[in-house]
């Protein structure tokens, strides 16, 4: 698959694809916390999905990332403050405007929320459950935007299932449930292998293309 300059109708079709697939499994999810799909064919199907799907999207965000790979060292500070803005201000609003709600209705549920959990949102532990992936991708992206080169995508597809055995090993000592970190590290190869992928299709443009970092 050859990558055209704007919009790439198959990864617009990959993109589709994902989210389609990521809305199947959170259902199949659902019925399951229902008592709903408790049979071999949905457990094999839920372990299908969750197989690939979401390493799927961190997939394609790395291969429309590409031009990671030209960014001098204020681009590299741009992009990830623009990551930021586009990322982690709506994980902390969201997160800030549905916490109330969940607050007030845990006394109807069968896990009520503890409050005392809240300072957790700075690792990704948002009472929003849904709102890991930007917690996750907005890590990847960092660490991309700050580290990856042309030289160096081997070693970063490889070093970050290291930092995950690490991060678990943490993880099973304290206690803490940092989830959306470990999501980072198990999808970060995917997204190297995305802009790996999508340099060997189509080399990066200049670094001209980009004088407007917030436009990405």
């Excluded at 079709?13 to 389609?20: D, E």
């Excluded at 031009?67 to 990830?80: C, M």
């Amino acid at each position: 698959m050859m990558i055209k300059k704007g919009r790439s109708k198959e990864i617009d079709a990959a993109r589709g694809v994902g989210i389609i697939l990521v809305v199947l499994g959170h259902c199949i999810r659902g019925m399951a916390g229902s008592h709903l799909s408790e049979n071999v064919i949905f457990k094999t199907l839920d372990d299908f999905l969750y197989s690939f799907h979401m390493p799927l999207i961190f997939f394609i965000s790395g291969v429309v990332s590409l031009k990671i790979l030209n960014f001098d060292r204020e681009h590299r500070h741009n992009y990830i403050k623009s990551r930021f803005i586009r990322l982690m201000i709506p994980y902390i609003i969201v997160t800030l405007l549905y916490t109330p709600f969940i607050l007030f209705l845990s006394k109807f549920a069968n896990s009520p929320y503890d409050i005392k959990k809240f300072p957790l949102v700075l690792l990704g532990q948002s009472p929003y459950g849904v709102l890991w992936f930007s917690y996750s991708l907005f890590l990847i992206q960092a660490f991309a935007g700050k580290f990856a080169n042309e030289n160096n995508l081997p070693l970063m597809i490889f070093i970050s299932p290291i930092i995950l055995s690490v991060m678990n090993a943490f993880t099973n000592k304290t206690g803490i449930n940092l989830y959306s970190i470990s999501n980072a590290f198990i999808n970060c190869p995917f997204f190297m292998l995305g802009i790996w992928f999508g340099k060997q299709n189509c080399p990066p443009p200049p670094l001209r293309i980009y004088t407007d970092i917030y436009n990405f």
